[in-house]
């Protein structure tokens, strides 16, 4: 399955995709996606930052099975961008996370970004393994920052990717290939 950037065809299938997430997940998206009209207004131009789905199947049965989002930081944080990623619960575990979350480096790289973030509720084994693998590492522990369901409290990460820094261990994982000798 590839990974595409957003746009507005695909709108219908990623408001059903959100829609179908527990509430718990929703809590990483951060933004008002049950809400058809934001997400329509991500491809009209109506917010900033870039957005990529992985798609599953052809015309309209075509559901959404992950979606990732880089949003630069306003202000004086202009130059970091915040990394929002979810896979569909049931195509966990082959690979998606993993792809989404390479196609936003590589774009956020390639976009002049010099630094990423993501926020990642601490026991979640799977984004964990997946960021530090992509060379983010671990810059804050928030404890007791967040209340799940059950109303119990949990840790919060946020992991950095310094793009200067770690440039030089992005060529181990292939990233310089996928951006090109301009960008390099
Ligand atoms: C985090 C998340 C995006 C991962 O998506 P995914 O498609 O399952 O990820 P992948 O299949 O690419 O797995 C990535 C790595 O995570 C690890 N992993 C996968 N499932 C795991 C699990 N249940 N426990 C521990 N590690 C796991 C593996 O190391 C895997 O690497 P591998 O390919 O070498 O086996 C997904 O679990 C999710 O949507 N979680 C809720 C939202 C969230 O936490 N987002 C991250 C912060 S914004």
């Keep these: 399955m590839d990974v595409v950037e957003l746009e507005a065809a695909h709108c219908d299938a990623l408001v059903r995709f959100f829609g179908g997430l527990s509430e718990g997940d929703l809590t990483f998206i951060e933004e008002e996606v049950t809400d ?3 997400v329509r207004s991500w491809t009209s131009g109506g917010s900033g930052g870039r957005r990529w789905v992985v798609l599953d199947g052809d015309g309209e049965g075509q ?3 992950g979606y990732v989002a880089v949003r630069p930081l306003p202000g004086w944080s202009a130059h970091v961008g915040e990394v929002r990623l979810v896979v569909s619960p049931t ?3 082959s690979g998606l996370g993993r792809l989404l979350a390479r196609q936003a480096l590589v774009s956020a790289v390639g976009d002049g970004l010099s630094k990423l973030v993501v926020e990642v509720v601490a026991e979640q084994g799977a984004a964990l393994a ?3 693998d992509l060379g983010f590492t671990g810059e804050a522990l928030l404890r007791d920052h967040i209340r799940d369901r059950e109303g ?3 840790d919060l990460m946020v992991l950095a990717h310094h793009v200067d820094e770690t ?3 992005m060529a181990t994982v292939g990233l310089e290939d996928a951006l090109g ?3 390099s």
């Design 130 to 132: 997946l960021f530090t």
């Design 181 to 183: 000798p301009d960008l």
């Design 91 to 93: 195509r966990r575990g």
């Design 152 to 154: 119990h409290v949990r």
């Design 36 to 38: 058809p009209d934001v």
């Design 167 to 169: 440039w030089a261990g």
């Design 63 to 65: 559901e959404v099975a």
